[in-house]
């Protein structure tokens, strides 16, 4: 494995896995003499960064006014008005 011209090297899919490192996790190097860890870095259980992206994205995202039974309508394959089709 090399390190790219950026400094970059790619973690294998079993280390990936095993620590549950998914696109975005936060990592954490350890310095210990001749070599590195590598740790997947552990947050309080507020709303991490993850989805704190997921809200800011989301944010604004619903402006039509529409009431629940319209939208329940809509997902159900009804009218806008919550008429059923037949």
Do not use: N
């Not at 998914?22 to 870095?41: G, Q």
């Amino acid at each position: 494995m090399q390190i790219t011209s950026k400094g970059q090297v790619t973690i294998p899919q079993e280390v990936r896995i095993r620590l549950g490192l998914l696109p975005h996790t936060e990592v954490e190097f350890e310095l210990a003499d001749d070599h590195a860890r590598i740790r997947k870095v552990h947050r309080s259980k507020a709303l991490g960064a993850r989805g704190r992206s997921a809200l800011s994205a989301l944010s604004g995202a619903a402006d039509a006014r529409m009431s629940t039974d319209e939208i329940m309508a809509l997902t159900r394959g009804g009218s806008r008005s919550g008429r059923t089709k037949k």
